[in-house]
Nanobody
């Protein structure tokens, strides 16, 4: 069973930056397509960014393109989300997830809160 643990959330002013981390345990991160999701209060959980396990290609939601960067360090079994130029609308709980076969997101972390003040 894969375990995912996020960290790095917090309170930041608009225009600031945060870097989230997701440590993968019990399996090798390179075996999975990895993604970051976020969920604001009363809203659905949405995909923010993704990095494909085979091609290494990345995907970003339109709302974060040019501001967020997804990356991973296979040696450390860790995925990152660098978030710059943060806006109040980026406020949400951020979750990391792992997909082993391209069919569904199989494993989830517990989430980390990001709050951006105006």
């Amino acid at each position: 069973q894969v375990q995912l643990v996020e960290s790095g959330g917090g309170l930041v002013q608009a225009g600031g930056s945060l870097k989230l981390s997701c440590v993968v345990s019990r399996r090798t991160i390179s075996d999975y397509t990895m993604g970051w999701f976020r969920q604001a209060p009363g809203k659905e959980r949405n995909l923010v960014a993704e990095i494909n396990r085979l091609s290494g290609r990345t995907y970003y939601a339109d709302s974060v393109k040019g501001r967020f960067t997804i990356s991973k360090d296979n040696a450390k079994n860790t995925m990152f989300l660098q978030m710059n130029s943060l806006k109040p609308e980026d406020t949400a709980v951020y979750f990391c997830a792992a997909d082993r076969d391209g069919l569904r997101w199989d494993y989830w972390g517990q989430g980390t809160q990001v709050t951006v003040s105006s």
